[in-house]
């Protein structure tokens, strides 16, 4: 960064900004002959940190320099169970049991799948 100089003064200079390693910052403006450079502290992967794959979701978030980004497979619904939410980059797979029947007061109506829980009734019963 440069000060022009005039009839009484002269011209000032001044070293460039650098923009810092720790914590980690990503430059905005160019510097110039007449300004300096400008930075901003860096945001998620500005910061180097690692992206999860598809099928994986964020465990645990970039933090760095502490602590870089943990990715985690994504988890299968497993018997007995069915999927109520998918997995995101922000949380695992959801997979709740199967309702089960109290079995003296209700029956099964429908059984689960792999997306729905099963149909348990209540409170109709049949008059014959």
């Known amino acids: 960064m440069t000060t022009e100089a005039t009839p009484t003064s002269d011209r000032a200079c001044q070293n460039w900004y650098q923009c810092k390693a720790d914590p980690k910052e990503i430059e905005v403006t160019s510097p110039s002959g007449t300004n300096d450079r400008t930075c901003r502290p860096c945001q998620g992967n500005e910061c180097g940190c690692v992206a999860c794959n598809v099928g994986e979701w964020i465990s645990r978030a970039c933090n ?43 029956y099964q109506a429908a059984s689960g799948t792999a997306s729905s829980d099963r149909l348990v009734p209540l409170g109709m019963g049949r008059v014959l």
Do not use: F, K, V
């Open 64 to 106: 760095l320099p502490e602590n870089n980004t943990i990715c985690s497979a994504c988890s299968p619904c497993l018997a007995g169970t069915y999927l109520q939410t998918r997995c995101s980059t922000s949380q695992d797979t959801h997979c709740p049991s199967y309702t089960e029947c109290d079995t003296t007061t209700q």
